[in-house]
């Protein structure tokens, strides 16, 4: 279950015309800009499995979220291979599960008050996540109750698995919250 945190909106438009330094530097996404909602490390760093998997947001734009995790042997099942063991599955679905979270929010005319709650999570394995890994989540539907989403999460082997989410969701004005289920 995704708990509804405060996410707002910021203001981060500049008129400044863009140059080959700006765009350069638009290319590595910064914690506090890359997303327009800095209040997602706050989210993270309050949410103890996010924080422990270090989770970050590399993008974030309405409909659309890259979320990455670098690796890190205490994520390896033991497996005893040669090279990297693969990382357990129960994280590979918590990237897509928590991709798909933020993808949504992106949704929300207030981001800060949204509420949503996972109610399907479906994750098919494609071949063992191994390295570095990132889960890209796109909005298939963001109705005025249900959300939809794909996803799909790739590792230093290639693509590892995709996953579908469906949530229930709580926006504001709609005479019920997450907490009156």
Known sequence: MQDPEDLTDADDAT??????????????PDADDA???????????SHGYLSWLD???????EGRAIL?????EEFENPVGSDGYDPIHGGIVATLIDTASAFALRSTFDDPSGA????????????RPATGDLRAE??????????G???????????EAAVGRTTYRLFRSGGGESAGDR
């Open 15 to 28: 008129d400044a015309p863009e140059t080959e330094a700006t765009a350069d530097a638009a290319d590595v």
């Open 35 to 45: 997303t327009g909602w800095p209040e997602w490390a706050s989210f993270v760093d």
């Open 55 to 61: 989770v970050r947001v590399e993008s974030l734009e």
């Open 68 to 72: 990455a995790i670098d690796h890190d």
């Open 115 to 126: 509420g949503l709650t996972t109610t399907d999570l479906n994750v098919s394995y494609l």
């Open 137 to 146: 989540a796109e909005v298939v539907r963001a109705g005025k109750t249900s």
């Open 148 to 158: 939809v989403t794909q996803v799909s999460v790739t590792g230093a082997d290639g």
